[in-house]
């Protein structure tokens, strides 16, 4: 299957009450160059915890977006993409069809899919909704984050291709696991058995195991 797919990219800019962010992308056109941390031309603020190797490109389907525009009538033109600061959008690929592990063909390069985006406060400074971040989280519409396996020449005319499938869980099914059974035996190994799985989420689930409970999410849905 191919997949048509519009581009963005985004600059660090400024919020009121906030962090500086790069979640405001606009559209792309033409040949890009992709590398192992991502677009060029495409700035993260947070380096810490955006971007990086295991998060080069945010991938987020417009489906979605009819979704949170019911949902939020009074702010329904917010919701077109790029705003949840995708780099990628396409329809046709939700969170039920795409695997950890998926790798995908884009132009020259090869990109691997290694955890759901994990939703954080600026989306909610973002959108001036304060819980954005955690109904994000709650329903599972958070998108997926890649590594790029062989960097090269992309363009926005040349679609998405799956090339290869090596786990058989799906990003829903890792947003399910990781936030609302984090104790399931079963399915922790599962997750951690995923071939490409993050360096990040991998270490997560761990520490979740090692310590017992669940970490401390507050500060990246509420920035508290």
């Known amino acids: 299957m191919h997949y048509p797919l519009n581009v963005y990219i985004g600059k ?3 919020y009121a009450g906030s962090r500086p962010s790069a979640i405001a992308k606009y559209q792309v056109d033409g040949e890009l160059k992709l590398t192992e941390l991502g677009l060029e031309g ?3 603020a947070e380096k810490i915890v955006h ?3 295991d998060r080069a490109l ?4 417009r489906e979605h977006y009819t979704w ?3 949902e939020f009538p009074e702010q329904a033109e917010l919701f077109t993409a790029p705003a949840y600061g995708e780099n990628l959008s396409t329809e046709g690929l939700t969170e039920k069809d795409v695997y950890i592990g998926d790798i995908f063909r884009w132009g020259d390069a090869l990109i691997q899919v290694t ?5 954080c406060y600026k989306l909610n400074y973002h959108f001036g909704i304060n819980n954005m971040s955690s109904l994000m989280q709650e329903t599972g519409y958070c998108g997926w984050l890649y590594k790029v396996v062989l960097a090269g020449n992309v363009s926005t005319e040349n679609p998405l291709e799956l090339v290869s499938r090596v786990s058989d869980v799906s990003v829903a099914e890792a947003i399910a696991i990781a936030w609302h059974m984090p104790f399931d035996d079963e399915q922790f190994h ?3 058995s995923a071939a490409g799985l993050s ?6 689930m761990q520490k979740r195991r090692l310590f017992g409970k669940v970490e401390d999410n507050s500060r990246r849905l509420f920035g508290k």
Do not use: M
């Open 199 to 204: 360096t990040s989420w991998t270490r997560t």
């Open 51 to 53: 971007g990086g190797p």
């Open 12 to 14: 660090v800019r400024e």
């Open 115 to 119: 955890q759901p985006r994990s939703p």
């Open 190 to 192: 599962r997750l951690l």
């Open 58 to 61: 945010c991938h987020y389907p």
């Open 42 to 44: 495409d700035q993260q």
């Open 68 to 70: 949170w525009a019911r």
